[in-house]
């Protein structure tokens, strides 16, 4: 098994979260809203690390006992390895621990790796929206009890 230390994200990743973020996703979020997730005591950063490099990261914002999960993005060079299923585990039990029941997230249709993740963790679907990400690309709605 890989060797990965999971942590909470602090603002000295921030430039490291952009850059990953910058290699993967089409709309990368803007540096102030990775800050939030780490410093909003209603949001949750996690990291995985691998060999002190960081290999990928969670966010999700919780709102009472729901959270939706904003993003997870594994570097390129480290995917296909287990990281992601790793760190979404994590993510689910901390949010677990925080008291949350419900968790929500939205992706994009045709993110096969992302929804075999999300379906291999216990999520399911339960809605569809059009054109959500664009013209032609629909956001599929998916949900999983704690
Ligand atoms: C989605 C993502 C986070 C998965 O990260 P990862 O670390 O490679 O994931 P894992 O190695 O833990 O694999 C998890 C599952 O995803 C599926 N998967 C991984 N790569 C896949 C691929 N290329 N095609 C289809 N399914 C794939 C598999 O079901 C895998 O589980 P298994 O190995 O037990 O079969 C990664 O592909 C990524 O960063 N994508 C770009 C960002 C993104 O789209 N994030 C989701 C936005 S909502």
């Not at 000295?12 to 290699?23: K, R, Y």
């Not at 996690?46 to 993003?71: C, F, H, Q, R």
Request: a negative charge; proline letters at 2%.
């Amino acid at each position: 098994m890989l060797d990965l230390v999971i942590r909470q994200g602090t603002l000295s990743d921030v430039q490291a979260i952009m850059a990953l973020e910058q290699g993967s996703i089409e709309h990368p979020w803007e540096s102030k809203a990775i800050e939030t997730l780490i410093t909003d005591s209603n949001k949750t950063c996690l990291i995985a690390e691998l060999d002190g490099t960081i290999a990928a990261y969670v966010g999700a914002e919780s709102v009472l006992d729901e959270s939706n999960i904003g993003n997870i993005v594994t570097h390129k060079d480290y995917r296909g390895r287990g990281i992601a299923t790793r760190l979404f585990d994590a993510l689910l039990k901390e949010l677990k621990e925080q008291g949350i029941a419900k968790v929500f997230l939205e992706v994009e249709h045709d993110n096969a790796p992302a929804i075999a993740l999300y379906e291999k963790s216990g999520f399911t679907k339960y809605g569809h929206r059009r054109d959500y990400y664009g013209p032609g690309k629909d956001a599929v709605l998916m949900s999983k009890e704690l």
